[in-house]
């Protein structure tokens, strides 16, 4: 069965130092993969995405993530985090076997990111 | 967020009434989403429509009905909510299989 796991409900991090929000998924082909962040009392923003190719992906806002297939990984990073940064950020999955629903995304329980200045 | 509209932003709305969510995409996509956001609770997908067919419900109760006039609309239609239901409700469409635009979301609060 197809799932993501955000291990950390909360990340805390200075701002200006770096940031990891980690991401496991489990799928039975090959996965899509996003990260979306959302602000309060907004919708979901998409930041980035891995489909093939480069396993460092580059997002937006200085956000990348890198694709870890061994691992089932695929954690956001960025060099240096901002106050701005401060939201929650999902991770999320589409399998891409055959047979898998259109558009069935399969979101991780999101993580809050705090930045303290 | 600017290519697909919800309104309202907020609704408060009693047990016994009738309302509707409406969606709105401005971006030419073929599937169109309704996602449920509970405090403390993953993201819910309740409906998935493309080319205005329904393709999947996933065991949403009556009380929510959904209506999908053309690939550019979306409608949740509520009547006779529980308490529980409240949550806010995001709407979100796709050009097939790429990455899914999500609206800003009705604040749905049922007394």
């Known amino acids: 069965a197809q799932s993501v796991a955000q291990p950390e409900d909360q990340v805390n991090v200075a701002e200006g130092n770096p940031l990891t929000v980690k991401c496991t998924y489990s799928?039975?082909?090959?996965?899509?993969l996003f990260w979306y962040v959302q602000y309060p009392n907004r919708g979901l923003q998409f930041l980035l995405k891995?489909?093939?190719?480069?396993?460092l992906v580059k997002g937006s806002y200085g956000f990348e993530a890198e694709f870890n297939k061994s691992q089932t990984s695929f954690h956001l990073k960025k060099p240096s985090a901002l106050v701005s940064d401060s939201a929650l950020y999902f991770c999320?999955?589409?399998?891409?076997?055959?047979?898998?629903?259109?558009?069935?995304?399969?979101f991780g329980r999101g993580t809050q990111l705090t930045v303290w200045p | 967020e600017t290519g697909v509209t919800q309104t309202p932003r907020h609704l408060v709305m009693g047990m016994t009434n009738k309302k509707s969510l409406k969606c709105e995409q401005h971006?030419?996509?073929?599937?169109m989403y309704w996602y449920k956001q509970s405090a403390k609770k993953p993201l819910e997908l309740m409906f998935v429509?493309?080319?205005?067919?329904?393709?999947e419900n996933n065991s949403v109760p009556s009380r929510f009905s959904p209506e999908c006039p053309n690939s550019s609309h979306l409608f949740l239609h509520l009547h006779t909510l529980q308490p529980e239901d409240s949550a806010l409700y995001l709407c979100?469409?796709?050009?097939?299989?790429?990455?899914?635009?999500f609206g800003p979301g009705t604040r749905l609060t049922v007394t």
């Open positions: 971006l030419g996509h073929n599937a």
């Open positions: 891995y489909i093939t190719g480069d396993n």
């Open positions: 799928v039975s082909g090959n996965p899509y």
């Open positions: 979100a469409s796709s050009q097939s299989q790429g990455w899914q635009y």
């Open positions: 429509y493309n080319f205005k067919e329904q393709t």
């Open positions: 999320a999955v589409r399998d891409l076997s055959r047979g898998s629903t259109l558009g069935r995304l399969y």
